[in-house]
């Protein structure tokens, strides 16, 4: 049976739920919500598997919050690696929940290597003889050209996934290397024409191919330079809400049905019971309506600014 296009996917979900919202799983010792790390250490006892447990019952919390308003969910194993065989056990049973779900989910791992070191990367995240960490989709670092590129691709066409690749990043420092001249242009326009090229072959129905590239939010001239280089790659724009973008920002990823990009956030939502107003509104106690009031007002702001009418 053929896999379904993962753009295909992507593009119906933004059209059947009337969102393009993704909100990231980055949980934080320190800021998990009041008793649910003490209630992990009764539990669970040593602190990584305590931690990871709390982890997990913050990440199905806010997948329940978020489900109805979310396109996906992009767990960072950063946050889980930190804590060990424990940590990457709550990554991957936080994949398997949001899946059951029924929601697409993007492993923000930013892997690359070359050759046969990609293909294993490749295999890990999109689909082999292991699937505790594979998603829907995975981020990866194009920087050391197509054959480090390839091995995911191949991989995603054969298993129905995604791919991501890094573009122009969405931290400041990112312009000493992402502006620098290459050629009479910068650097993150050369990538951009390459991760064009590298996805034509792999365009779905929708038109958008299986590879797309991470544009950051702060960013929008470079954002909209990046849509007109790229027009049939699927968006991923990070950096909305917590690291300055807002909805004017991320007009230029988007196509003229609203379609073609979906805009991540992650503090900004999980931790809204910690920022106005959703603090006043709900407080500590409330904080899964706070988490789902912000997903469910980031929706509707997004959808409202690029559907006019």
């Known amino acids: 049976m053929a896999q379904e296009h993962f753009a295909d996917r992507l593009m119906a979900e933004i059209q059947g739920k009337r969102s393009q919202v993704v909100v990231g799983l980055d949980p934080r010792p320190e800021r998990l919500p009041p008793g649910l790390l003490d209630e992990a250490r009764e539990r669970s006892g040593a602190p990584p598997r305590a931690v990871a447990e709390a982890f997990f019952a913050f990440n199905r919390a806010v997948i329940d919050a978020v489900a109805e308003h979310v396109v996906a969910l992009k767990p960072q194993v950063a946050f889980y690696e930190r804590f060990g065989v424990e940590g990457m056990r709550a990554y991957a049973r936080t994949i398997e929940y949001a899946r059951r779900q029924g929601l697409i ?32 989709a995975v981020t ?53 024409a390459l991760v064009s090229e590298w996805g034509e072959a792999h365009r779905g129905e929708s038109g958008y191919s299986l590879l797309g ?50 805009v991540s956030s992650s503090r900004g939502v999980i931790f809204a019971w910690e920022r106005a107003p ?29 559907r006019p009418g």
């Not at 790659?233 to 003229?256: H, I, K, N, T």
């Not at 603090?279 to 600014?305: I, K």
């Open 213 to 262: 590239a991470v544009v950051g939010a702060p960013f929008p001239e470079q954002l909209r330079a990046a849509r007109a280089l790229m027009p049939h790659a699927p968006l991923l724009v990070p950096g909305f809400g917590a690291q300055g973008g807002g909805v004017e920002d991320v007009l230029g990823a988007f196509d003229e049905q609203g379609g073609g990009a979906v």
């Open 140 to 192: 990866v670092n194009p920087y050391l050209g197509v054959d480090g590129v390839r091995p995911f691709v191949d991989v995603a066409a054969e298993q129905g996934k995604g791919v991501f690749a890094l573009v122009r990043t969405s931290n400041p420092s990112s312009v000493d290397l992402q502006e620098l001249d290459a050629g009479g242009e910068p650097l993150f326009r050369r990538v951009a």
């Open 105 to 136: 989910v993007i492993g923000d791992v930013k892997r690359n290597d070359i050759g046969s070191t990609a293909a294993a990367y490749a295999a890990a995240h999109l689909g082999g003889d292991c699937q505790d960490f594979v998603a829907d």
């Open 278 to 306: 959703y603090a006043g509104r709900y407080g500590q106690d409330r904080w899964r309506e706070a988490v789902r009031a912000a997903a469910s007002d980031m929706r509707a702001e997004l959808w409202s600014a690029t």
